[in-house]
Nanobody, 126 residues
Framework: QVQLVESGGGLVQAGGSLRLACAVSRRTFSNYVMGWFRQAPGMEREFVASIILSASSTYTADSVKGRFTISRDNAKNTVYLQMNSLKPDDTAIYYC???????????????????WGQGTQVTVSS
């Protein structure tokens, strides 16, 4: 069983920054595709960013491109989401997700991921 624990959420003013972290309890962490998703009240869960294996491939949603950066530290079994220039529209619960790497994974789809964290609230005030 893989456990994911997010941290780093909070309240920030528009234009500010936060860094989310997701600690993964799995020795073979480097074999996993990691993703960040978010869900605002009354909205469907949406893809934010993903990172594959040794971080040679990253994907970022158009809505956050240029503002959010995903990274991973395989030695610490942790994936990060650096969020800059935050907007009120970024307010949501942010979830970390993981799936063991295999070919053909649709990394932007929440259905592709097997493991999820509990989520961390990010609130951006105007």
């Amino acid at each position: 069983q893989v456990q994911l624990v997010e941290s780093g959420g909070g309240l920030v003013q528009a234009g500010g920054s936060l860094r989310l972290a997701c600690a993964v309890s799995r020795r073979t962490f480097s074999n996993y595709v990691m993703g960040w998703f978010r869900q605002a009240p009354g909205m469907e869960r949406e893809f934010v960013a993903s990172i594959i294996l040794s971080a040679s491939s990253t994907y970022t949603a158009d809505s956050v491109k240029g503002r959010f950066t995903i990274s991973r530290d395989n030695a610490k079994n942790t994936v990060y989401l650096q969020m800059n220039s935050l907007k009120p529209d970024d307010t949501a619960i942010y979830y970390c997700a993981a799936v063991e790497f295999r070919g053909g994974i649709r990394v932007t789809s929440s259905a592709a991921y097997d493991y999820w964290g509990q989520g961390t609230q990010v609130t951006v005030s105007s």
